[in-house]
Structures are given as C-alpha cells and as structure tokens.
C-alpha cells in the first residue's frame, strides 16, 4: 500500500491512497485526486505550479534533478524541502510521507 | 517590428488581445478576409507561452512538422503574417473595454495608448504575465517607491544602494550589470549556490570574493523600512539572525506567472477563469468581442495550439460582417486566390 498526507492550500489534511498510480507523476496523480494543479508547462518543471513542501519523509525520495532546483530557485517562497511534484513519480518509496500544496495565484 | 509607446491612438479593423501563437495566426485568418489587425501584448515580445516558457523546446503535434521549437513556429507565424502588416503594441496591458453608441470598440492599455476597432478578439492565453512577489510584510507599500520587479531604466540605479533578490538567471545577469553602475550591490538568495548559469554564477561569487558586491546566501528578505521611499531592507540568514542594509532600491527577481488579470472584468462570460464561447464562431456574450486559443472554454476545449489555430479561422469569417456590414466572406483556398498582401 502507498499512502501519502496531504494538506491542499486551504489547510486541510487528507490521507490519499496512490497505489493505483505507480510510475505516473505526483503531480498527475494529485490532479487525479481532484486536488487543484494548474500546472501551466504540463509537468517539465518549468511552470513551479505544483511546488509543494515535503513536510515528513523527505529522504525517501530521489533527490532533485538540477532542472527541478533550477525553476525552484525562481520561486519566491521555496524553502529547503520544497519538491517540483510533477517530477516526483509514485512509487513504494513515497508510502508515509507527508506532504503541503504550495500557493501558484501569488 | 515596431513597438508602439507612449500615447499612440491606433485605428484598426481588429484588435487582438495577446500576441501568442493564436493570436499570430489569427492575424492570417483576417488577413485573407481584408481585415487589418493591431495585436496589443504585456509582454516585451511576441509569442505568448512559446516564447516566454518554452522557446527551446520542439513541439511535435502541429501539422505538417514532426518536431518544430516553439520559437521556430513563432518566427514562422511572424513571416506569414507579414503580408498583411499587423500593428503591434508590445510591453502594454490591456486594462480597459469601452464600447461606443455606434458598436465600435475602443480599447485602453496601462501604457495610455488607445486602440479603436470594429472587432476585438481576446487571444490572452492563460492571462497576462506578471512578476512572481515574495512575501514580505508591507511589500506593496513601497511598490514603485523603491521596489520594482523589472528593470526598465538601468540608469535609474546609478549611484544607488541595490538590493536584488533571487536565485535565476535575471537575478544574476543584473546583479553583474548593476555592479557595474550602483553605489553598492547586494544580492540575496536563499539556496547555496546558483544552478541556472554556471559561468554567471562564477562571475557573481568572483565579484564577491574581491568585495565588489556583497553576497549573502541561505538568506532571506524579512522586512523593509522607509519613509515614504525604501531606505533600509532587513535580511535574515538561516540560523535566523536578522541585519538591516540601507536600500535605496529592491528589486525581486522571481520570474513571471500568468494572471487572468483585466480580462475578467469586461463584463464577458466566464467559468473557471476562461471565457465562455460559442463553438459556431467563438464569440461571447458582447456582439463583436470574441475569444479564441486557451483563454476560452466550451463543452470539450483542448487547450492545444492546433485548436486555437482552427478558432481564428472561424472567428474571421464571423467577424467578417462586423467589418464590411454589407458584403458576405467568400471563402476561397489559398492554393486557388494565394496571399494578396496589404
Ligand atoms: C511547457 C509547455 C509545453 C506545451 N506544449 C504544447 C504542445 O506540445 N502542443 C500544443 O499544442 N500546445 C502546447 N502547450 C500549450 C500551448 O503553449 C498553448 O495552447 C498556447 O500557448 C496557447 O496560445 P494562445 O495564443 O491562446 O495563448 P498564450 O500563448 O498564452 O498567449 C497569450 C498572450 O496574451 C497576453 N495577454 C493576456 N492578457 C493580456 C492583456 N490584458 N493585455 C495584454 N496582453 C495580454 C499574454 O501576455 C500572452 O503573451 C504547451 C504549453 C507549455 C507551457
Ligand atoms: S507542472 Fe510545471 S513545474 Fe511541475
């Protein structure tokens, strides 16, 4: 089983289970999920609107590519937890963590 | 190109609203109808998302080329629209609608110039671009007074305390500028190092190490003081020790992002911040104001180039009776009339 903790931009927390969802992006995965993703470059992590924290569970993940940190640089509001989710794929590793939508509409 | 300025009044058949593919393209479209056409656009160049986001990467759903980067199909779009000499106002927001007694248009951008048009056709995309704003308390209030998020005059700074703010490539390519001309640089990041350009970056810590411009990394603006003007900008580092510069200027550099912005208060139909349509021709709710490429919606609207080029050719032929009341649109291929230029 994979599920992950999710707190969308209003604040609220939710467990969603993504086992259906092995290999597809976080990002997809959360749009999925009914959750809000504008996601104005499709997933090529130049758009940084599914920037979100990694609030538990950080280490599990495969660290960030040079273009995921490059678009991060550029957000105001990234912090050193802070993940591009279209470039996060699903997988068994992602069970347990914890994770927080960060705003785009700024 | 030409890049109009300053209190110009433009007279054209259409105005369009956004200078992105679509719009491009739509310009054809009216082109071969014998309507002229003014594109008005926030940003600096032509192009919309393509250039703006992802001019180096290939495309490889327009018809005809297997691959083509998003700049390549906008120069392309540039050639063959040139025929019919488009107007452009680039750099210029649109921020407000009028219509007249007699059903004509006129349009009114942040940079004072007015536009009048039988026809407007809305190709804003997914809305304007506008910078990205960090959050520091009172930001706003010294918005103009100190903090500006582009450099436009590079002279304004000379002899200046600067603060820049920001981890991209702007923020370093201006800090290496404005080294050059202001009293004093200071650059602020919160990573460690710089991952956009390495050879820029090189330069920046270079200039550091010789104390030309102060370098202070895993730090972050907090605060800002003034009176009536910038004078003092706080930083605060990681381990959460603040200091306070003297400021004359900050500037934040944190890319752009696309806004619906003034489109949403023309009084147009909207749903989820896009235009509502009707799929015979992509008009609104307004006779005579259409919509057309990723700005509208309707019953299964792919936000696609392809699409948006098929919605300006049947927004032409419609918006053909607004232009010449009394004649009808002959519709002929271009294989058999060509491309008559104006
Ligand atoms: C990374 C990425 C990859 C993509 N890949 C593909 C692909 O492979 N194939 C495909 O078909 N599509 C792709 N798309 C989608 C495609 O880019 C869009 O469908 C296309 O750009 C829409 O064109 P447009 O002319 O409608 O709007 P835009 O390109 O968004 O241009 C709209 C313009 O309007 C301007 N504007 C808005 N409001 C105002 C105003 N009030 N005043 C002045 N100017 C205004 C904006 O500044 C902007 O320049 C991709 C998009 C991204 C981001
Ligand atoms: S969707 Fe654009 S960066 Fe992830």
């Known amino acids: 089983m994979i599920q992950i903790t999710v707190e969308d931009r209003q604040g609220s927390v939710r467990d969603v289970r993504l086992d259906g969802y092995v290999g597809q992006s976080l990002m997809e995965t959360l749009k999925g999920e009914g959750y809000d993703m504008r996601a104005t470059c499709g997933g090529l992590a130049l758009c940084a609107d599914c920037h979100c924290l990694i609030l538990a569970g950080e280490r599990d993940l495969e660290p960030a590519k040079d273009a995921e940190l490059i678009t991060l640089d550029t957000r105001p509001d990234a912090q050193d937890n802070s993940r591009l989710s279209c470039q996060i794929r699903v997988a068994d590793q992602l069970d347990g963590i914890n994770i927080r939508l960060m705003g785009y509409a700024d | ?342």
């Open chain 2, 1 to 342: 190109m030409k890049t109009t300025r300053t209190e110009e009044f433009v007279t054209t058949d259409i105005a369009i609203i956004g200078a992105g593919p679509v719009g491009l393209f739509a310009v054809f479209e009216a082109g071969l109808l014998k309507m002229r056409c003014h594109l008005i656009d926030a940003l600096p160049q032509v192009g919309g998302q393509l250039s703006e986001i992802y001019p180096q990467k290939p495309i490889y759903d327009i018809p005809g080329f297997p691959s083509i980067t998003a700049q390549a199909l906008i120069d392309g779009l540039m050639e063959q629209i040139e025929p019919f000499k488009p107007g452009f106002s680039l750099g210029e927001r649109v921020d407000r609608l009028q219509q007249t007694s007699d059903k004509r248009f006129i349009i009114h951008t942040n940079e004072g110039t007015t536009i009048q048009a039988k026809v407007v056709v809305i190709a804003g995309g997914l809305g304007c671009f506008e910078p990205r704003k960090p959050e520091i308390s009172g930001l706003d209030l010294f918005e103009g007074k100190g903090v500006n998020y582009m450099v436009k005059n590079p002279e304004l700074y000379r002899g200046r305390k600067v603060v820049l703010s920001g981890g991209g490539d702007s923020a370093l390519d201006w800090t290496l500028f404005l080294a050059t001309i202001a009293e004093r640089v200071t650059l602020v990041h919160r990573g460690e190092t710089f991952r956009g350009h390495p050879d820029s970056a090189e330069k920046v810590f270079q200039l550091a190490r010789q104390g030309t411009i102060d370098l202070l990394l895993q730090s972050q603006i907090t605060s800002l003081g003034g009176n009536g003007h910038l004078q003092t900008v706080t930083v605060t580092d990681k381990q959460k020790n603040a200091s306070v510069l003297e400021a004359d200027y900050l500037i934040p550099l944190f890319g752009l992002t696309p806004k619906l912005g003034p489109i949403a208060n023309w009084g147009l139909g909207i749903d989820n911040s896009a235009l509502l349509v009707n799929v015979h021709d992509y008009s609104t709710n307004v006779d005579g104001i259409y919509a057309i490429g990723d700005i509208n919606t309707y019953p299964g609207k792919l936000k696609l180039i392809l699409c948006g080029f098929h919605e300006g050719a049947l927004m032409a032929q419609s918006a053909f009776k607004h232009v010449y009341p009394d004649q009808k649109p002959s519709f002929k291929y271009t294989t058999v009339n060509g491309v008559n230029a104006f």
